[in-house]
């Protein structure tokens, strides 16, 4: 009876030895996995990328253009006479020219100056002379080529004031007695054609 009982007891102590065994590797095989989901989860979160995207703008200067636009016609004025004459405004033409008449070439000092009268509005004859500038040769279809006087001359155009050269010719057939050409237009007119008199001349004798 007392072996029996002896082995009882055996057994009971190694039963509950094997217990906490057991419930030592159950603890410990429910903790460890834990933790390692915890490691997982906390590697393969995404990570947030924040880009900032600039947008260049590029902006054109817009430069003011300074020309002056002015109509075919226009009046045109001479601060050395103090004359105020109409005048055609003529992109074709290469070099101004004005209504002179009684043109004749002297010598003055051994150079050589050409007299001539300026007409005004009212037919009033303006007695001029001026140095010859140079001598240019107009071809004519059907009759022999003219010979034309030019001579350095100040003229008024709306704002603008210009000393150009000027030639000199008969021009009582034609309805404007000056025509304004490139040589003065160049770089500084516009013209828009369907326009008239859009600007009274400046009076003032500007000197370049």
């Given amino acids: 009876m007392n072996k029996i009982l002896f082995k009882i007891k055996i057994y009971f102590l190694i039963f509950i030895l094997f217990s906490g065994c057991s419930t030592a590797t159950k603890e410990e095989q429910v903790d460890v996995p834990s933790k390692s989901i915890e490691k997982v989860e906390e590697v393969s979160k995404p990570v947030e990328k924040i880009i900032y995207k600039e947008k260049i703008v590029y902006v054109e200067e817009k430069v003011k253009d300074?020309?002056?636009i002015?109509?075919?016609?226009?009046?045109?004025?001479?601060?050395?006479?103090?004359?105020k004459l109409k005048a055609k405004i003529d992109t074709g033409a290469t070099t101004t020219s004005i209504h002179a008449l009684n043109i004749k070439p002297f010598e003055r000092d051994g150079k050589k100056w050409i007299k001539f009268d300026l007409v005004d509005a009212d037919g009033k004859l303006i007695n001029k002379a001026l140095p010859i500038s140079r001598t240019v040769y107009i071809k004519r279809h059907g009759a022999k080529n003219q010979k034309r006087y030019v001579v350095k001359m100040r003229i008024n155009l709306a704002t603008s004031s210009q000393l150009v050269d000027v030639t000199l010719t008969d021009?009582?057939?034609?309805?404007?007695?000056?025509?304004?050409?490139?040589?003065?237009?160049?770089?500084?007119?516009?013209?828009?054609?369907?326009?008239?008199?859009?600007?009274?001349p400046t009076t003032k004798l500007n000197k370049e």
């Fill in 66 to 68: 300074s020309k002056i």
């Fill in 70 to 83: 002015v109509g075919k016609n226009e009046y045109i004025y001479i601060p050395s006479e103090k004359l």
């Fill in 171 to 200: 021009r009582s057939k034609f309805t404007y007695p000056v025509l304004i050409g490139k040589n003065y237009l160049n770089g500084v007119i516009l013209v828009d054609v369907s326009k008239k008199y859009m600007h009274e």
